[in-house]
């Protein structure tokens, strides 16, 4: 202990002008954090950006990069202070017990780059009005993600280089690499969609590699051994990729659930076209491979009372009458299917070159749908205010009347899946899906925490009542509107399929369809 | 059986095709200033740095201090003093803060000897040792490795470089610890170990060619000179402790390697039974050396040229 307080007391002693700057960042990012959340609040919300706040704002969007480089500088430093690479460094015919150094690097590390961080979180969840016990795990969680996507490697990669610029460009290449190793396990990967879970490998094969390669740096300082785990890393990330058998990892995450499935799904069609088996919603031409998005209309039976469906992967299989056989990759979909809700649909791509063919001959398509099963959990009502209200387990939300908007923050990362719920017209701000009296927030994932070095997530959409006619002056809510958070959460993973017959591919719009389509829009 | 400070058996190391030591025995006695000398190259500093368990040997080992080199870490470095002409300092540091950051490290460390060392260097406290010259850092570095009087001291090529006034400072300062410890040091300046080392070891090429008493070493190096009637050609088959035998006109000269009084004066008047005059004078370290060098150069010189044609005619 004694040397380790030691070793730890000479860095500081050496570093102070590093860890000075770094911890004027830190405090930068705090204040500046605050005078933006002062001025928003005066302004009920709806910050301008012009003037000195646009400029705080940008300063604020640097500091949130400058501190990991801060972040990158110190480490560097202080683990080149008794550099690991080399025979020549004066500490190595000293009495230095490894684990004695490895410990009083790792003390500085906390001391000087988790310490401030974790103190400036905590004054910002504290500032946008979060109680800070509750959200001490997440943030400790936030802390763990850190480790293991910033700190772990940036020490790692410095135990095995002898200086900075080495560092440096090591940093880079390595930057590179695992870009082309996340490139080449893409281009392996046959799924669109990513089973759950599957998330994991990358972050704890990273800290596996970087923490051996760590420690055998630090006690026998064999370099190349610890750079050829470090070089393992993205290899072992293509070859994972390779080798893994998608189907199976997707199976693994969504049992196939037979005839015990708590849902059943049937081909609807008699919502559309009498002659159509689906309706085409999108083409996309990407590098000369063109293909057909084809919206396969579904309607749901069997499910509980109070359950949910949340219908995240979709894979479809076509086969036609002259023996033609195509199975597309697993597709990732974003349908959520209420308590109550009978009809919904699967969204699947089709390449060019079989719509084409097929497009007036009737096939067969079996659907495999990987799916979860949702319960409501939670439901709370809140009428609309412009004072700030707490929903539990959600975040604080505050209703800015003149923008017709409904602003929420949830503390360290964002909620479970929420179903917001006005009764009225709602648009999600971030993007155009419209989902009339609803909008869905937060994910069934219950990650424990998300790397971000703000701790607060902000979020919101507009809501109003409707229009006075076709494009005519929004009708905002009144307030006191009651405003519906219904959590939900997930009962299992499972997949279930069908087989549609006599399938005929949707025709493609004509311009008249267009028109009343955009005019249905509106 | 003497008491060893260090002993090395078979030590060998090599570095992909090249052979840095090859099978070095030797013993360093308790007390004694060993002096390694040879060429650059030799496989000094690849001695030392398996020594001081900075390299791992490919065969053999060595024992330090009665512990194997190889587990020679942490605590154990509490009685071993180690000083490299190219070691690394914490350049940001100043001689001041270094040593107090090295005091922490040593149960032994002696602040009276560490307040006479920086006196007798002249150590400048407050300056960085990054902007300190070389004879300084020097000076710095030895203070930082015998104020808490090591049992061992081990020098790699320490004076290299230096100006003679701080040569002299740091020689004079090693002999003032001398009686208290073991000092095991390398170096290719031979004029100056002679003057305080004890024991002297040579290397060439990776093989250790000898390991002795300085004292035994000069008594057994004669520098040869006989004078003959008329000039004479060298017999053939002269003894094998004979170096570098040579005429010119009526004087034959050699290095005598195995001088014993009696025997070399019956062994010369054997084979030049006319010589009018002969004498034996003493040599200095580098004459020594220089001769053993040269002998070892034209052996292999005529070795190779003893296998040149064979190899011609494969």
């Known amino acids: 202990m004694k040397q380790i307080l030691h070793i730890f007391t000479k860095d500081v002693r050496r570093f102070w002008p590093e860890i000075l700057t770094l911890l004027a960042l830190v405090a930068a990012f705090v204040l500046i954090h605050s005078y933006i959340w002062a001025v928003s609040m005066r302004n009920d919300g709806a910050a301008s950006f012009g003037g000195t706040l646009g400029l705080l704002t940008t300063l604020f969007g640097f500091l949130v990069v400058l501190i990991p480089v801060g972040w990158w500088l110190l480490i560097a430093r202080a683990v080149h202070e008794e550099r690991l690479v080399g025979d020549t460094q004066f500490w190595i015919t000293r009495p230095y017990e490894w684990t004695s150094l490895l410990t009083a690097k790792l003390l500085f590390v906390v001391a000087f780059v988790y310490l401030p961080i974790f103190l400036a979180q905590c004054v910002l969840l504290a500032e946008e009005g979060f109680r800070l016990q509750p959200n001490i795990p997440g943030l400790l969680a936030n802390l763990l993600i850190m480790t293991a996507t910033v700190v772990l490697p940036l020490i790692a990669i410095a135990t095995v280089t002898s200086s900075f610029s080495r560092m440096t460009l090591t940093l880079l290449g390595a930057l590179l690499v695992f870009g082309a190793a996340v490139t080449v396990s893409a281009l392996a990967t046959t799924n669109q969609m990513s089973s759950p879970g599957s998330g994991l490998i990358t972050p704890v094969l990273e800290i596996v590699l970087c923490a051996a390669a760590v420690l055998l740096q630090f006690s026998l300082r064999k370099t190349w051994l610890s750079r050829s785990l470090l070089i393992a890393f993205p290899v072992l990330l293509c070859a994972i990729a390779f080798l893994a058998p998608d189907q199976w990892m997707i199976n693994r995450a969504y049992p196939v659930a037979g005839a015990s499935a708590p849902v059943q799904f049937t081909h609807s069609p008699s919502v559309l076209r009498p002659t159509d088996s689906g309706s085409l919603i999108g083409s996309n031409n990407m590098n000369g491979n063109k293909t057909y998005r084809i919206r396969v209309p579904l309607e749901l039976s069997g499910i509980s009372a109070g359950d949910g469906i949340a219908s995240e992967g979709v894979r479809a299989t076509i086969e036609a009458p002259d023996g033609f056989h195509w199975s597309s990759k697993w597709q990732s979909a974003y349908i959520k299917y209420l308590p109550g809700d009978q009809f919904g649909s699967a969204d699947i791509t089709v390449p060019s070159a079989v719509y084409d063919k097929y497009k007036s001959t009737p096939v067969t398509v079996h659907l495999e749908l990987a799916m979860t099963q949702i319960k409501a959990a939670r439901a709370t009502t809140v009428p609309l205010s412009q004072q700030e209200v707490q929903v539990p387990e959600f975040g604080l939300c505050t209703w800015v009347k003149d923008l017709g908007m409904i602003n929420c923050r949830s503390a360290v990362r964002m909620p479970q899946l929420t179903l917001i719920s006005t009764g009225q017209v709602g648009y999600h701000s971030q993007g155009n899906q419209v989902e009339p009296g609803s909008y869905w927030m937060g994910s069934l994932e219950g990650n424990p925490g998300e790397m971000h070095i703000v701790p607060v997530r902000d979020f919101g959409f507009t809501s109003y009542r409707g229009r006075d006619g076709v494009g005519g002056a929004v009708r905002m809510l009144d307030p006191g509107t009651p405003v519906t958070f219904t959590q939900y959460k997930a009962i299992r993973r499972l997949q279930t399929s069908l087989t549609i017959q006599n399938f005929h591919f949707p025709a493609q719009p004509t311009l008249n369809e267009l028109r009343d389509a955009q005019r249905a829009a509106q | ?314």
């Not at chain 2, 560490?114 to 020097?138: C, I, T, Y």
């Open chain 2, 1 to 314: 059986m003497m008491k060893a400070t260090i002993r090395t058996e078979g030590l060998t190391r090599r570095f992909g095709r090249t052979l840095a030591l090859d099978h070095v025995d030797l013993a360093v006695p308790e007390g004694a200033i060993y002096a390694l000398v040879g060429a650059n190259g030799a496989g000094k500093t690849t001695m030392i740095k398996l020594l001081m368990n900075i390299f791992r040997p490919t065969a053999g080992h060595s024992m330090v201090l009665g512990t194997d080199s190889l587990c020679l870490k942490g605590k154990a470095f509490e009685r071993i003093g180690y000083v490299s002409e190219n070691q690394e300092l914490p350049e940001g540091m100043t001689a001041g803060s270094m040593l107090d950051y090295f005091r922490g490290f040593y149960p032994t460390w002696d602040r009276t000897l560490e307040a006479q060392l920086v006196r007798q260097f002249d150590l400048p406290l407050e300056r960085k040792l990054k902007h300190l010259s070389r004879g300084m850092r020097m000076k710095a570095a030895f203070a930082a490795s015998l104020a808490y009087r090591p049992a061992l001291i081990v020098l790699d090529e320490p004076f290299s470089g230096l100006d003679p006034l701080v040569r002299d400072e740091l020689i004079e300062c090693l002999l003032e610890r001398a009686p208290e410890t073991t000092i095991f040091l390398s170096s290719h300046d031979l004029a100056e170990i002679e003057s305080f080392s004890s024991h002297v070891g040579y290397l060439e090429q990776g093989r250790l060619l000898f390991s002795e008493e300085m004292q035994v070493l000069s008594g057994r190096f004669r520098e040869v000179t006989v004078t003959l009637d008329k000039p004479q050609a060298l017999p053939e088959n002269l003894p094998a402790a004979w170096l570098q035998p040579q005429t010119v006109d009526c004087l034959v000269r050699f290095v005598h390697s195995g001088y014993e009084e009696d025997v070399a004066q019956k062994e010369l008047a054997e084979i030049f039974p006319a010589a009018r005059d002969s004498s034996f004078d003493p040599m200095t370290l580098r004459s020594i050396f220089l001769a053993i060098a040269k002998n070892g150069r034209d052996s292999a010189a005529s070795t190779s040229n003893r296998t040149a044609p064979q190899e011609a005619r494969a």
